[in-house]
């Protein structure tokens, strides 16, 4: 499977951790999304950012199947992971989102106590080795092990908004993916626990690649390396305006739409 | 009381009397002028009355008032030798209580009757009529009788209202219960996970779920006839318990506990899933998408976040519908539930009677005495649907305060 190739192979032609080619996406009827094609490098952080609407989760959730879960949904194109498609009828796409996870918007912890809550994802995945470390591990990468290390016990809903955010991703990098997917992971919380998150994702970058979806442009040019601009056509179809390094889109946007956008002329 | 052979007898003591129905074997050991023939005594049957009439002139005393040494001689002279041999293999008579002793003497001996009963109102507005009544009928005792007792709970079904009880009734429907639970919650709330997470919302499962809503409304009668067809013709090897060695096949037929317990179990799956149907719809999407995007399979995520978090909604479901089939009636008797039972059910294949059969046969009864039984009965069926009801609740908020 498509996994298998990866970290032992380091033949890989390409350098990009992911990348999506004339990739569509559409509702029903509906084209949500038409010819995206975007590289994304390796241990760095990719923001996608755009009006409302213009299917930025979209992408997002087409890095890892999981439009699949939506009856209607259907893509078309490629996603290239690790220089195979992730849509190829050959491919599992439980594989793809163990390699591949995914932060959502709302915190979402599982109605178990903190413990499990890590847990259980790795023990699915087949993890056999010292569950308690693992466990510590994780929480010490999400930046939560100080503050849930004596209520471990605990349930996840006890935590503050920002602290389940946190368990959320110390819950994604149990099971060690190569990608974390973030859609909009700080837009339920608070200034401070934004930055937190934010402090949280230029450590975790360090090991980890991370696509986010972020409607808040200072936070874009905060945290990410490259970021992506998309916009909706007529018919409200999303697609891809520019990309490139944050410095630049930033300051020296090459398409106007882009600067009016940054620029906080529409959207 | 004397038979008119013995002419003998004509001026006795009362003391004498006392032998003479208590100790003596021969006449002559009381008095020695009398002839030496064993004593041939009176047993009297059903018209107790006169027991207690005698002890009374005789003792000059009730019997509550006698030692236990009179009692047991009253015991052993009045009830027939094998009943005696009975009673014994039981416990040695000699060995019980004075009060035990007592209760034995009434109930084999005394055998009290009810001639005629009031309703609490009758009694409490119209006493000195009932009184009037009373005073009428010889030897007889007015009492204030509650029907609801715990003797009541713990016999079984008799054709003596004054000892009839509802124990063989309780049983037969906790079993017929418990079995239609067997059957209904897994089969429902596997047919309900079925349809809301792995159905492709294909003809057939179009099809399934538009009978599952259909059959949620058919007549109860009807799974009555149902089960009357299935359980009981055609699968009647299977239900009597034929088919398992368990049954004699010469006598047994398949109207057991068995098929009355799947019929209702079919009558209230309908239910069952409908209501699973709903709680699993309930499960927030994001739970689902946390566990999908830890790389779950459907299963997993189904079986470790699903179910749990839809268990407490899935639960009120089962609660309501075990006590529909715990009060259900209709059915059970197309099904061929016994109308008269005191042998109380050990197994599945059992002949059975429940509580609402129990209540509506004594209501049908033309005696007063079944209609006070019957009003009990319905306190009976009220309270265990309570506890049952209220057990379940217990459990299903164990269940949600987890979360
Ligand atoms: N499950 C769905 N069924 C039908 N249409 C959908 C579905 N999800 C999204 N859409 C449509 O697809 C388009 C893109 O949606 P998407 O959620 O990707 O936008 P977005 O850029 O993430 O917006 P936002 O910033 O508001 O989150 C929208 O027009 C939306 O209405
Ligand atoms: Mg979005």
């Known amino acids: ?267 | 009381m004397v038979s008119q052979q013995n002419d003998f007898l004509k001026n006795v003591t009362r003391e004498q009397l006392r032998q003479i129905f208590i100790g003596a074997e021969r006449w002559s050991e009381i008095d020695p002028s009398w002839p030496d023939t064993p004593i041939l005594r009176f047993i009297p049957g059903a018209d107790s009355g006169t027991l207690d009439f005698f002890v009374a002139q005789v003792f000059g005393d009730s019997l509550d008032d006698l030692p236990k040494a009179d009692l047991l001689a009253i015991l052993t002279a009045n009830v027939s030798a094998g009943r005696l041999r009975a009673l014994n293999a039981e416990r040695a008579v000699v060995e019980r209580t004075r009060e035990e002793i007592l209760e034995l003497v009434i109930t084999e001996i005394v055998r009290p009757a009810i001639v005629e009963s009031w309703s609490l109102t009758e009694s409490i507005f119209q006493r000195p009529a009932i009184e009037a009544e009373v005073a009428a009928i010889p030897n007889a005792v007015m009492e204030f009788r509650s029907w609801l007792t715990w003797d009541f709970i713990t016999s079984p079904q008799s054709s003596d209202p004054a000892t009839a009880g509802v124990f063989t009734a309780i049983l037969g429907s906790l079993w017929v219960t418990l079995i239609a639970f067997l059957v209904s919650v897994p089969l429902g709330v596997g047919a309900a996970t079925y349809l809301e997470e792995f159905s492709k919302g294909s003809k057939l499962d179009g099809l399934i779920e538009t009978n599952i809503n259909n059959l949620a409304g058919v007549p109860s009668i009807i799974y009555g006839m149902l089960g009357l067809a299935v359980f009981v013709r055609f699968f009647g090897q299977i239900t009597s318990g034929i088919a398992f060695g368990m049954a004699d096949p010469s006598t047994a037929n398949g109207r057991t506990i068995l098929s009355a317990g799947l019929t209702l179990g079919l009558l209230i799956l309908p239910l069952v899933i409908i209501n699973a149907r709903e709680a699993i719809r309930a499960v927030p999407k994001a739970l689902r998408e946390g566990a999908y995007g830890l790389g779950a399979t459907k299963w997993q995520t189904v079986w470790s976040h699903v179910l749990p978090y839809a268990l407490p909604g899935i639960l009120t479901g089962v609660i309501l519908s075990v006590s529909r089939a715990f009060g259900e009636t209709a059915p059970l008797i197309v099904v061929g539930v016994s109308t008269f039972i005191v042998v109380n059910p050990d197994s599945p294949f059992a002949k059975f009677t429940t509580l609402p059969v129990q209540i509506y046969q004594w209501t049908s009864r033309p005696q007063e005495e079944f209609q006070r039984l019957a009003a009990a009965g319905i306190l009976v069926l009220l309270v265990l649907l309570l506890a049952v009801n209220a057990t379940a609740i217990f459990l299903r908020n164990r269940f949600s305060r987890r979360y």
């Open chain 1, 1 to 267: 499977m498509c996994a298998a190739q990866t970290s032992t192979q380091p033949a890989v032609k390409d350098n990009y951790a992911i990348e999506a080619r004339d990739l569509n996406v559409f509702y029903g009827n509906f084209h949500a999304v038409k010819n995206i094609n975007l590289r994304i490098e390796r241990q760095k952080i990719t923001a996608l950012i755009g009006p409302s609407g213009c299917g930025k989760s979209t992408v997002l959730r087409a890095f890892n199947r999981m439009n699949d879960l939506v009856p209607v949904a259907r893509t078309t194109g490629q996603v290239l992971f690790h220089g195979k498609n992730i849509y190829d009828p050959d491919v599992d796409a439980v594989e793809v989102r163990r390699r591949i996870g995914m932060v959502f918007q709302k915190p979402n912890p599982f109605p178990k106590s903190i413990y499990e809550n890590i847990a259980w994802g790795a023990r699915i995945n087949g993890f056999k080795g010292n569950m308690d470390l693992l466990v510590e591990e994780s929480l010490r990468g999400a930046a939560l092990w100080d503050e849930v290390k004596d209520k471990l016990k605990q349930s996840g809903y006890s935590l503050s908004g920002g602290q389940q955010q946190r368990l959320c991703i110390a819950r994604a990098i149990a099971v060690k993916p190569d990608i974390i997917l973030m859609d909009e992971p700080c837009s339920a919380l608070d200034p401070i626990a934004t930055l937190r998150i934010e402090e949280l994702m230029r450590e975790l970058v360090e090991q980890y690649t991370i696509i986010i979806v972020t409607h808040n442009m200072q936070q874009a040019s905060r945290v990410a390396d490259y970021t992506a601009f998309f916009m909706v056509d007529d018919a409200r179809t999303g697609f891809l305006v520019e990309y490139g390094e944050s410095d630049q889109i930033f300051t020296k946007p090459k398409d106007r739409r882009t600067e009016d956008y940054i620029t906080g002329r529409f959207g």
